[in-house]
């Protein structure tokens, strides 16, 4: 699901891309931009994140549709964004520390139905307990850091 794939030579090129690079086209869905994008995670059993730059709002829609999400720790605050999602939802099983460990996650996953099962019905009440979505919680997290950066700020 991508906007440019509305483009026929853009798809066109995107297919070749890939082909070069050893994907099976026959396994690969590529749809244009629709506005009924949250209907597309109910045909997924498992959402990849991207990295190193991980989903924010597409790893919470994910999660919000009970798709698990099996991501990649990065090193830097912007790559460890889905880690701290999915850490915050008691989903850290889902958090890989290296590329080889990412794999084995999904393709375990991927073969282990019942486990699917279950993360497929509860996935959605995690997210709506959780820290991430309480915003009384987040503002309260958030008036607290910003008033130790201006009380750092005033001491230095």
Request: hydrophobic content about 35%.
């Amino acid at each position: 699901k991508y906007g440019i794939y509305d483009d026929p030579w853009r798809l066109k090129a995107e297919k070749e891309r890939m082909e070069r690079i050893g994907f099976d086209l026959s396994r690969v869905y590529f749809e244009g931009f629709t506005n009924l994008y949250l209907n597309r995670y109910n045909d997924m059993d498992i959402a990849l994140d991207t990295f190193p730059y991980p989903g924010g709002g597409t790893t919470c829609d994910a999660l919000l549709m009970n798709v698990p999400v099996v991501t990649l720790e990065g090193n830097s605050n912007h790559e460890r964004f889905g880690k701290s999602i999915l850490e915050n939802i008691g989903l850290d099983d889902l958090v890989a520390k290296s590329t080889d460990e990412y794999v084995d996650i999904a393709v375990n996953l991927a073969a282990d139905t019942e486990r699917l099962k279950k993360y497929h019905s509860e996935i959605y009440d995690r997210m709506t307990r959780s820290a991430i979505m309480d915003q009384s919680i987040y503002m309260k997290d958030l008036e607290e850091a910003y008033e130790k950066i201006f009380g750092d700020w005033l001491e230095s």
